[in-house]
Nanobody, 128 residues
């Protein structure tokens, strides 16, 4: 069983920055990929970014590429999402997710179905 707890959301002005954190609680080593998704009101949950176990492989949705950075600290069992240059359209609930099916070496496809565990979400609101 994997438990994920996000934090770091809040209200920020357009152009500002936030860093989200996702703490992982598991009885086994968390040597698998992690991802961030977001869901705006009335919209489907969409992929934002993913990172493999070592942190050496990352990929992003086109909408956030160049502005967001995903990283992880395996010693702390924590994944981060640094968000810079925030736009009004980045307003959403952000969810951390784990993909243990893919193990230490593989990356999951950028879809919800690849992820088995989810956090409760943290709200990010960007104002003008």
């Amino acid at each position: 069983q994997v438990q994920l707890v996000e934090s770091g959301g809040g209200l920020v002005q357009a152009g500002g920055s936030l860093r989200l954190s996702c703490a992982t609680s598991t009885r086994t080593r968390s040597n698998y990929p992690m991802g961030w998704f977001r869901q705006a009101p009335g919209k489907e949950r969409e992929f934002v970014a993913a990172i493999n176990y070592s942190g050496g492989n990352t990929y992003y949705a086109d909408s956030v590429k160049g502005r967001f950075t995903i990283s992880r600290d395996n010693a702390k069992n924590t994944v981060y999402l640094q968000m810079n240059g925030l736009k009004l359209e980045d307003t959403a609930a952000y969810y951390c997710a784990a993909a243990p099916r893919y193990g230490a070496s593989w990356m999951p496809p950028p879809g919800k179905a690849a992820y088995d565990y989810w956090g409760q979400g943290t709200q990010v609101t960007v104002s003008s």
